[in-house]
């Protein structure tokens, strides 16, 4: 499965965002380093500075930069006036998009997809398309659609609003399989409004489909995309694969992307949150003094990550004398134990020194 980053135009369309042409430059070419098989860098057709991003990037990186795109004629040509790697037509297919978004018959959007996706070719791009609201359509539409467009690779799904399961995408897909449509020409997009979006990207994975949309921290509209980061940890830690993501510098990458584009995420905030991989209570740091992995998911060095134990507080004696026994040190544990309560909380290095000026 091939990754296409989202972060860029996902994230401009939260409330309240504005990001400068400096800001989506600087993400961009952070995003790249991660080696996703595709970057969207924005939607030309709404104005600046998505057409200079676009521009910018597809000129730099040596990642394929796509241009988000309706089968319009406006909006193509503000695409192209880009020169992107790829445009990504997309365009609503269930009745209910069809009636109150666009107001206009399934059939003249199936024709405007056609025509919009033969243009793109003869311009010298490679068109992607997607289809909005995909997930709450019925199988058979898609069916009609993927053999209608038989070129139309990758096709992407969309689960519009984020309201599918893992099982409902597993059944899904399934469905569409037994009909004949490859899932490996197939892509997914989905939302985290019931906040299972990274569930639905490894079921699909599982499914085999060619490719699905990520975003940094789950930047995006509402309740945001899958995340990247959580995407890329649970596939290598369950099965080894990273679906082209280098994940060596994964934390360290994605805290630069959101610095860049002035953003934070909470400290339990999974992989990415301060808390995740930091340690205090006397049980937990006794034992990671020992065996790390004892009360960790994941080795954050196998991302570009650090851990933290923190000596303090909620330090116990056997801790306290875990601690000097790693460093050498012959003291009373209690009276150690004092001073970490009294002076911390302290990392591990700030603890260690303490010990060696007091008893050394």
Do not use: W
Request: glycine residues 8%; negative net charge; hydrophobic residues 40%.
């Amino acid at each position: 499965m091939q990754i296409r980053d989202v972060t860029l135009r996902e994230a401009a369309q939260l409330p309240d965002r504005s990001y400068t042409r400096a800001q989506r430059q600087e993400a961009g070419e952070h995003l790249a380093e991660l080696t996703p098989a595709f970057i969207q860098a924005g939607f030309p057709a709404t104005g600046p500075p998505d057409p200079a991003v676009v521009r910018d990037l597809a000129a730099s990186l040596n990642t394929p930069v796509t241009a988000l795109a309706r089968p319009l004629d406006g909006d193509l040509e503000a695409a192209f006036d880009t020169d992107p790697d790829v445009v990504d037509l997309f365009a609503p297919i269930s009745d209910r998009q069809l009636t109150y978004s666009l107001n206009t018959s399934l059939e003249t959007v199936v024709s405007m997809l056609a025509d919009a996706h033969d243009r793109i070719q003869e311009q010298g791009f490679t068109p992607h398309v997607s289809l909005v609201d995909a997930f709450r359509t019925e199988t058979s539409r898609l069916v009609d659609f993927a053999r209608m467009l038989p070129e139309a690779t990758p096709l992407f799904l969309a689960d519009t609003v984020g309201c599918r399961t893992p099982d409902e995408v597993r059944g899904r897909l399934s469905a569409l399989e037994t009909r004949g449509i490859d899932l490996s020409r197939i892509g997914v997009h989905f939302h985290d409004d019931i906040g299972v979006a990274t569930a639905n990207v490894l079921a699909a994975a599982d499914a085999g489909v060619g490719y699905a949309d990520v975003s940094v921290a789950s930047l995006g509209e509402r309740a945001g995309n899958p995340a990247l980061e959580e995407v890329v940890a649970s596939a290598y830690l369950s099965q080894g694969n990273t679906f082209g993501i280098d994940r060596t510098g994964l934390i360290p990458v994605c805290t630069a992307v959101l610095e860049a584009l002035g953003e934070t995420v909470g400290d339990r905030k999974a992989i990415l949150g301060e808390t995740v991989t930091t340690h205090e209570s006397g049980i937990h740091t006794e034992a990671m003094l020992a065996e790390p992995s004892t009360f960790e998911p994941f080795d954050p060095d196998d991302f570009g990550g650090s851990r933290t134990l923190l000596f303090g507080e909620q330090t116990g004696e056997s801790s306290a004398a875990a601690l000097l026994d790693r460093i050498g040190i012959d003291a009373d544990p209690a009276e150690f134990l004092a001073l970490l309560r009294e002076q911390g909380p302290l990392t591990r290095d700030e603890a260690s020194t303490l010990a060696r000026r007091r008893f050394d």
